[in-house]
Nanobody
């Protein structure tokens, strides 16, 4: 089972960009899908974007056209490029690895978008 560590969060002004990284402790080649989620206080965690082992991607409607998920299997890392950020994108962002035999989550990274 891989351990996941997110990084790249921070404070940015509305309209700005951030790139989140999710580094896995082991190979992600055999992981069926890697995904990003986000959560704000008092709300359920919600799916943001996902990428399969074959490279297919899926996005929540509220980030389509603004966020891009990608994976670098050689670096065991998944990225979330976030452009045109809005204050409502403020949340803790979590990385998730969905393997056939396990489901791992990272500890999260805070993203704050100021208006």
């Amino acid at each position: 089972q891989v351990q996941l560590v997110e990084s790249g969060g921070g404070l940015v002004q509305a309209g700005g960009s951030l790139r989140l990284s999710c580094a896995a402790s082991g190979s992600i080649i055999a992981i069926n899908a890697m995904a990003w989620y986000r959560q704000t206080p008092g709300k359920q965690r919600e799916s943001v974007a996902a990428i399969t082992s074959g490279g297919s991607t899926d996005y929540a409607d509220f980030v389509k056209g603004r966020f891009t998920i990608s994976r670098d299997n050689a670096k065991n890392t998944v990225y979330l490029q976030m452009n045109s950020l809005k204050p409502e994108d403020t949340a803790v962002y979590y990385c998730r690895a969905l393997h056939k035999y396990y489901d791992s989550w990272g500890q999260g990274t805070q993203v704050t978008v100021s208006s």
